[in-house]
């Protein structure tokens, strides 16, 4: 999460001042290709969201995630020598939110 910020320092003040903008949420993913799907290329194309849920360890804490809709990129690599990798960026196409068992959800 990276929040704008615009500078609205007046004329003699001390140090300049800023106010926050709205928050703006983004990321990758990646891993090895299956070809045995073509889920990951598809929603990079037809340019609509997605469901997004990320778990930052769901083996100790399955209770604690982010969750909103994304727009996803695509990109694959490879090598003769190794497998295909794939990755995918993604920016937020609405509010992601932080949720846990404690707190419920967040934004």
Known sequence: MA?????????GDA????VAGLPDSSGDFGGFMDDLTSQ??????????RKFYLYPNIT????????????PDFSADGSVSGPVNFK?????????IRYTAWGGANT
């Not at 140090?15 to 800023?18: A, E, G």
């Open 3 to 11: 929040v704008d910020k615009s500078d609205v320092t007046a004329f």
């Open 15 to 18: 140090n300049k001042s800023y």
């Open 40 to 49: 990951t290329y598809i929603a990079a194309v037809d340019g609509l969201p």
């Open 60 to 71: 100790a804490d399955p209770n604690t995630y982010w969750y909103g809709q994304i727009l």
């Open 88 to 96: 995918s960026s993604w920016n937020a196409s609405g509010p992601v």
